[in-house]
């Protein structure tokens, strides 16, 4: 660790030469958020270029090693030089006296989740859900103490030199989502440097990085019962794009979410999960690419098991097993072909879809889609669907809208996925079903696990709404089922505030 930090400190020297407080104060707290900083790492960047440039740099330096490296690495790009100026002895023992005291400054956070599901058949302590924690957090260390319903809970997460250790109900070295995941509870927030990742049953991980051998790589051992009967032992890649853990009595977990660029060859990134087991395997991935100097698109989704891996309290029949592969291909955005195929039980479905806009300009696209269905697996049926469409593609906004006539009936079907500043999100995904419809529909949303799923649904109305900020977060939707209208309501309201000592 120490040549590494040697060697960084020459490079370091030998390639700038003076930071500009003025050019540093032009950049905004939303450009830091755009190119991906943490809000923590964003406000204390703030807050130490106010201070002057050697308090910033103090800063930037005690920073872990992948935060120094993209600030150095941000600095370079917007070509700002950058070197920490003489100082006499006083100055530099106050600078090391600051440092310490950064050191160990950190945060305390407080909030909450309460969550209600109407449905009819359930049991009154099954629809309602609420929880609520305080914790703080700072290097090396961060501790939640949580009431989820009527257990008390705690999480603490304590990192020293290259050894970690992880127990209790909340904190994991791991990334994964379903690993150990709390049934009833979730959290919105899971974000980098969050204070509040996903919410776990209990469990234990101690390990260290192989610093000297593949840097920020992780590895050691775990005790979860909740994931596996047995302890094993667990791997994480750099930048925790990769992940995996093994046990003894066969359980083991995937998980990777990565992206690369390559100069001929397109960008592409990969999102995927899954549990692995003697008897069984669930999960989801999802693969995009895009060939700018083809103007082309392609996308790849695929799962087995939704109900397990979604969020989906509504689905009352959780055991029995889904599998759906999709895929889509786009040439300048708005021309598109897609495919499906789906085993649900002994039922089998698959068809394909063409969009075929006749406008496009900055306004989006509009045209007609078409798409065939077929069943096969106590239903033989097939049915065509002719669609009006629009669509809306941009860097921030994707929006689209359609209604399709099939022949014993039609749908209606909207989406909007648009991010505000300050990290603000708001996505909206709705379906309507008339008539007499034979055939599932494709219904397109964004759930948590990754930024696009489609389901095959026969419910005969649909209504999810999700806004995301950073101290609150709502969740709703509503829907009907086709034998039944009684409507299905579920609604998950989450806070989370933090602040200084």
């Known amino acids: 660790m120490k040549w590494q930090k040697i060697l960084f400190f020459l490079i370091f020297l030998g390639n700038v030469r003076s930071l500009s407080s003025e050019k540093l104060e032009s950049i905004s707290t939303k450009t830091l958020l755009q190119k991906g900083f943490s809000p923590q790492v964003t406000v204390r960047w703030q807050t130490e270029v106010k201070k002057g440039r050697d308090s910033f740099l103090l800063w930037a330096n005690s920073l872990p090693d992948s935060d120094k490296k993209r600030v150095f690495g941000f600095l370079k790009s917007q070509k700002i030089d950058y070197h920490a100026e003489k100082t006499n002895p006083n100055q530099t023992e106050a600078n090391n006296a600051s440092y310490s005291k950064q050191k160990w400054e950190g945060n305390f956070f407080v909030g909450g989740s309460g969550q209600n599901l109407e449905v009819r058949y359930l049991p009154k302590n099954q629809k309602n859900q609420s929880a609520f924690y305080v914790g703080f957090q700072k290097e090396g260390l961060k501790a939640i103490f949580e009431k989820r319903n009527e257990e008390f809970s705690f999480g603490t997460k304590i990192e020293w030199s290259q050894f970690h250790l992880d127990f209790g109900s909340r904190y994991k070295p791991i990334p994964h989502f379903i690993f150990a995941k709390d049934p009833n509870f979730y959290s919105q927030f899971d974000r980098t440097n969050s204070p509040l990742p996903q919410p776990i049953r209990p ?22 019962p909740d994931a596996s009967r047995d302890p094993g032992i667990y791997l994480v890649s750099p930048n925790s794009s990769y992940s995996m853990t093994w046990s003894p009595s ?52 695929g799962y087995r098991d939704s109900s397990a891996l979604y969020l989906n309290p509504e689905d009352s029949s959780p055991g029995l097993v889904q599998s759906l592969v999709y895929s889509k291909i786009s040439f300048k955005d708005y021309y598109q072909l897609e495919m499906l195929g789906a085993k649900y039980g ?27 269905y077929f069943e096969r697996g ?12 629009y669509q809306w593609i941009s860097n921030s906004l994707t929006a689209s809208f359609s209604y399709e006539k099939r022949e014993l009936g039609g749908e209606y079907e909207g989406r909007i996925h648009f991010p505000f500043p300050n990290q603000n999100l708001l996505e909206l995904s709705c379906i309507y079903r008339e008539g007499d419809l034979k055939t599932r529909s494709w219904f397109q949303n964004w759930t948590y696990a990754t930024d696009f799923n489609i389901n095959l649904t ?24 086709k034998e039944n209208l009684d409507p299905i309501l579920y609604l998950n309201l989450q806070v989370l505030y933090q602040f200084d000592p």
Do not use: M
């Not at 469990?203 to 979860?224: D, E, M």
């Not at 390559?262 to 087991?277: A, D, M, R, V």
């Open 458 to 481: 026969d419910r005969r109305e649909i209504l999810k709404l999700r806004w995301i900020h950073k101290i609150i977060s709502l969740n709703f939707s509503y829907s009907e089922k």
């Open 346 to 372: 002994i039922r089998e479905e698959h068809g394909y879809g063409i969009f075929f806009p006749i406008l496009i300009g900055s306004f989006g696209a509009i045209g007609p889609r078409y798409r065939e």
């Open 203 to 224: 469990s234990a991980f101690f390990g260290f990085r192989l610093s000297q051998l593949v840097p920020q790589t992780k590895i050691g051992t775990y005790y979860a």
């Open 250 to 301: 066969g359980e083991s977990y995937l998980y990777s979410n990565d992206k690369w660029k390559t100069k001929n060859l397109g960008e592409h990134s990969f999102q995927g999960e899954s549990k692995i087991t003697k008897v069984n395997s669930l999960g989801f991935g999802s693969l995009r690419s895009l060939f700018p100097n083809y103007q082309t698109g392609f996308q790849l989704a």
């Open 378 to 389: 106590g239903l033989e049926y097939e049915s065509i669907g002719r669609a009006i469409s």
